[in-house]
Structure formats: structure tokens, C-alpha cells
T-cell receptor, first 113, second 114 residues
Framework: AQSVTQLDSQVPVFEEAPVELRCNYSSSVSVYLFWYVQYPNQGLQLLLKYLSGSTLVKGINGFEAEFNKSQTSFHLRKPSVHISDTAEYFCAVMISNDYKLSFGAGTTVTVRA | SAVISQKPSRDICQRGTSLTIQCQVDSQVTMMFWYRQQPGQSLTLIATANQGSEATYESGFVIDKFPISRPNLTFSTLTVSNMSPEDSSIYLC???????????FGAGTRLSVL
């Protein structure tokens, strides 16, 4: 079975500062990796995904993530955050051909002016 | 991408009653999923709903409590039966896009049980 660990439950950050959200996973088989964002009182929106190929993936709203197979990590980064980035961020894994998502516990990002 | 509509967006229910949540997808999809997000927590998969077959439930979830219908390739319902305050959660449906290997989510149904 696969599992996902998000290493930070809460990340306060000042506007225009960089942010990194850490995600580690464990799986005995190859996986697909995802980051979703949940804005207050909304559903989940896909930020980016890693399926194969280049280990650096770019997503929406200026976010990017790097897949590191040796460290089984998929950390999310943004060089300069905005107030509107305040949200809950979820890392998720999907076993190839299984289609189900397993989610991490989530990281709450609060951006302050 | 996909547009997934959930109804109702929120509801307040009395214990012992049942609520049916609807999920409509704007394209035909083979696989749909139902998740529960308890207050302040992450998402937990309840079941997988494939058209033409019985839903497949995850450990800890049973059909009598969470019956699911999947009558066609664009629609599914989840019923939360005989509700108790412990069922107060956000319930989200998702659809799997085969060509993109992505699940798209609805906005969720925020359920409070009194």
C-alpha cells in the first residue's frame, strides 16, 4: 500500500516571499504524484501532476514541483506568494492503473501582508 | 478539464434522516469516486463507482450506510443514511479522466448533522 506524508501542517509566510511545501511518499510500485489546492469553502483544484518524464513540473498559478525518486519526495514551491495563495494544499499519489488517490494530511498556507 | 457539479452544496440535517448527494459530470467518464473530508482533516476515499457495476467500498465504509448509484456515464449519487453528528463532513465526488490520468473534483457538499 502507498502512503503520503506532508511534513508541515501549517506554513505561515509573508506576501512575496517564497514557499516550499514538503511531501514524501512510500510505495513499492511506481506512482503518479499530484498537488491539489483547496481554497476556503471550495472543492479541490489540481495544481500540477507528475506522471513521467522531466522531474520538474510546472503548474498553474506559478507553482512548480520536483519529483525526486531516490528521496521519494515531491516538494511544491512558489518563488513569490500572494495573499490569494492562502489555502489548504494536498499532496496525493496514485498507483499506476489503480486510479485511486491517497492524500496526505494537508498543509495550511497562510499568507500575510 | 472537466466540470463537475454537486448538489446540494450544503445542508443541515436531523439525526436519523438520510441525504442524497448528486454529482453530474459534463462528459462521459468510466470511473467516479466519492470522498469524505471530516472537519480539519484530509480526504478519505469512500468508494469507487463504475457504471454498470456495484460500487466498490473502501475499508470502514459499507453499502448500507453509504449506498451509491451510477445509472449512466455522467451521473452518480451518494446517500448518507441514518445520519448521526459523526457524519458531519464535506463529501466530494470526483471523476477520472483516462487520457490525462487525473481526477477532477466537484465543489463538495458540506453536511452538518444535528
Amino acid at each position: 500500500a502507498q502512503s503520503v506524508t506532508q511534513l508541515d501542517s501549517q506554513v505561515p509566510v509573508f506576501e512575496e516571499a517564497p514557499v516550499e511545501l514538503r511531501c514524501n511518499y512510500s510505495s513499492s510500485v511506481s506512482v503518479y504524484l499530484f498537488w491539489y489546492v483547496q481554497y476556503p469553502n471550495q472543492g479541490l483544484q489540481l495544481l500540477l501532476k507528475y506522471l513521467s518524464g522531466s522531474t520538474l513540473v510546472k503548474g498553474i498559478n506559478g507553482f512548480e514541483a520536483e519529483f525526486n525518486k531516490s528521496q521519494t519526495s515531491f516538494h511544491l514551491r512558489k518563488p513569490s506568494v500572494h495573499i490569494s495563495d492562502t489555502a489548504e494544499y494536498f499532496c496525493a499519489v496514485m498507483i499506476s492503473n489503480d486510479y485511486k488517490l491517497s492524500f496526505g494530511a494537508g498543509t495550511t498556507v497562510t499568507v500575510r501582508a | 478539464s472537466a466540470v463537475i457539479s454537486q448538489k446540494p452544496s450544503r445542508d443541515i440535517c436531523q439525526r436519523g434522516t438520510s441525504l442524497t448527494i448528486q454529482c453530474q459530470v459534463d462528459s462521459q467518464v468510466t470511473m467516479m469516486f466519492w470522498y469524505r473530508q471530516q472537519p480539519g482533516q484530509s480526504l478519505t476515499l469512500i468508494a469507487t463507482a463504475n457504471q454498470g457495476s456495484e460500487a466498490t467500498y473502501e475499508s470502514g465504509f459499507v453499502i448500507d450506510k453509504f449506498p451509491i448509484s451510477r445509472p449512466n456515464l455522467t451521473f452518480s449519487t451518494l446517500t448518507v443514511s441514518n445520519m448521526s453528528p459523526e457524519d458531519s463532513s464535506i463529501y466530494l465526488c470526483s471523476a477520472y479522466w483516462t487520457g490525462e490520468n487525473i481526477q477532477y473534483f466537484g465543489a463538495g457538499t458540506r453536511l452538518s448533522v444535528l
